[in-house]
């Protein structure tokens, strides 16, 4: 899978795909091609650093869109209407609602989301790399990219002011000429804003966990990045990081979120996901390659994962009809359609976007 580290990749790769691009005195928009959708997105700001996302669109096509991005970032969205799934673990698939959303990347992390034909997407977003940071030599407090991710990834957020951040940008009536100092000022703010909610609902939840335990906890994760195929015993793992078992388990918890059990399946199995995309594999072939000496003990952590087999979420990729959604259904459900009048016309190829 290609690994984009920023917005800006994806606002290129929408330019390979024919997107037409106009230049405007904050930034510019990107019109589909009739085709693929209706509508337009309207960036302003520098996606590199930071940038404001305004998208309305119709998609016409079913679309498939997968997403690994290296560098840290916040994305912060207020939706007001949209109908795409975005997946998750333990077989749950919700379907986004509208609201207040943000998410950090604190470290790279794969996700991929499916939007139905006639997908509706109207939302707008303040996206910030940790370019952002360095360009302004701001500093966040100590964890702090870890410290948000767990307080606001996956789950919608309720912070009025930043709702009001967010769509005083959009409406804003300043001119062009002013537009950079004003749009820094307010990004500062909602960065502001997020930090203070951060430490507000963090409490005593998440203890502090030292310097040294934190980089053991790092260096653990890029050996898992790297063998996660056939990764060390924990207590290998501890002993080549230079920290004991429970110090290793408490910090990567800390750090990822996750256990390392589970860090590693969720490796192997976005993994599955890109193999699955290669008809030509046989399951057992797959199975193979991530490391798993049973089929049926990749059948269970598929399973585990995403709710259905691999045969079925091969055919959730490449079918030109995806089911009727609802929200918060396992994906093994989304595959169940109800029978419908016989169609002769050719089904609409869906599109497989990786980001």
Request: net charge negative; hydrophobic share 40%; aromatic share 12%.
């Given at each position: 899978m290609d690994r984009f580290s920023s917005p800006a990749d994806m606002l290129q790769q929408y330019e390979r795909q024919g997107w037409k691009k106009t230049k405007t005195g904050r930034g510019f928009t990107l019109e589909p091609p009739s085709k693929i959708a209706e509508g337009l997105i309207t960036v302003w700001g520098d996606p590199q650093s930071y940038c404001f996302f305004d998208s309305e669109l119709m998609f016409r096509l079913p679309?498939?869109?997968?997403?690994?991005?290296?560098?840290?970032?916040?994305?912060?969205?207020?939706?007001?209407?949209?109908?795409?799934?975005?997946?998750?673990?333990?077989?749950?698939?919700?379907?986004?609602?509208?609201?207040l959303f943000c998410y950090v990347n604190n470290i790279p992390k794969p996700w991929f989301n499916r939007y139905p034909a006639e997908t509706r997407q109207k939302a707008y977003s303040i996206m910030i790399t940790?370019?952002?940071?360095?360009?302004?030599?701001?500093?966040?407090?100590?964890?702090?990219?870890?410290?948000?991710?767990?307080?606001?990834?996956?789950?919608?957020?309720?912070?009025?002011?930043l709702t009001v951040v967010c769509q005083e940008i959009k409406n804003t009536a300043i001119g062009d000429e002013t537009f950079a100092w004003y749009f820094r000022a307010k990004v500062t703010e909602a960065v502001g804003l997020l930090l203070d909610y951060t430490l507000k609902m963090e409490g005593k939840s998440f203890p502090a966990v030292s310097e040294r335990s934190r980089a053991a906890a790092k260096d653990?994760?890029?050996?898992?990045?790297?063998?996660?195929?056939?990764?060390?015993?924990?207590?290998?793992?501890?002993?080549?990081?230079?920290?004991?078992?429970k110090t290793l388990q408490n910090a990567f918890k800390h750090l990822v979120g996750q256990s390392v059990h589970d860090y590693v399946q969720y490796l192997r199995m976005e993994k599955a996901l890109s193999l699955l995309e290669e008809k030509s594999l046989h399951v057992e072939k797959i199975a193979k390659t991530l490391g798993y000496q049973s089929k049926i003990n990749f059948y269970k952590a598929f399973e585990s994962t995403y709710g259905c087999k691999p045969n079925e979420i091969r055919k959730l990729l490449f079918s030109g009809k995806p089911p009727v959604v609802t929200p918060k259904a396992p994906i093994a459900q989304l595959l169940k359609t109800t029978e419908q009048p016989a169609d002769t016309s050719p089904p609409p190829k869906p599109m497989l976007l990786e980001k």
């Open positions: 679309l498939v869109e997968r997403y690994y991005y290296q560098q840290k970032g916040i994305q912060i969205s207020v939706i007001d209407d949209m109908t795409g799934i975005y997946y998750l673990n333990k077989a749950e698939a919700s379907q986004v609602d509208a609201g940790e370019s952002f940071f360095s360009g302004f030599r701001l500093s966040l407090p100590p964890d702090g990219w870890d410290r948000m991710a767990r307080v606001l990834n996956n789950r919608k957020t309720f912070i009025p002011a653990a994760l890029q050996i898992l990045n790297d063998t996660y195929v056939n990764p060390p015993v924990i207590e290998v793992l501890a002993r080549s990081v230079g920290i004991d078992k």
